[in-house]
């Protein structure tokens, strides 16, 4: 049997991809977390608010909930149905969890490390990880980049429009481990 299918645990990098500098966690989770609870741990994880839809990709094959307003004539394969071991099944395999179809949040799942599972171990758990999550509904990673270059310049038209839209407590260089824990403590319970 594939020490995958075993029970273990999973350590993953997730890394919005094209944000530079890299905006990442790292996390535990069970191997065995059915697909839709390890959306759950991924929002909260990144900082996302849930509001959009979503799809896991892997092999060529779409996982998430089916909606027909964006039905391209995909297979959409219920993500209620299948377990993270079944997409990661060994060390450096990645997805993709690709976040609001809109603006198109892509996010790479790497699975860095099978560790032996540990029932004292409370998970999910972020361990670590770098910089804010954008804002909702910013324009994807070109409106992100946008958007930091507006609040940056002091001198741009728009700085004050973006800093009050954006509201006090925004940092980009910010992430707060204490914080997402404890939110994932809860949703753990």
Known sequence: MALSQLR????????????????????LVSNNMVLDEFHLALQITMGWTNSHLHQFIA??????????????????K????????????????????????GDGWEHKILLEKILPFNKDKRLPYCEKGKRSCPPEDCGGIWGYKDLIDVINDIEDPEHESMLEWLGDEFDPETFDLEQTNKILAEYVR
């Open 8 to 27: 273990s645990i999973y350590q993953l990098k997730i890394t919005l991809v094209g944000s530079k500098p890299p905006i990442w966690r790292r996390i």
């Open 78 to 101: 219920d993500e209620s149905e299948y377990k993270l071991n079944q997409l990661l099944k060994s060390e450096k395999d990645s997805i993709i969890y690709e976040y609001d179809f």
């Open 59 to 76: 092999n060529g094959h779409f996982y998430g909930i089916y909606d027909d307003e964006f039905d391209f004539g995909m297979e959409i």
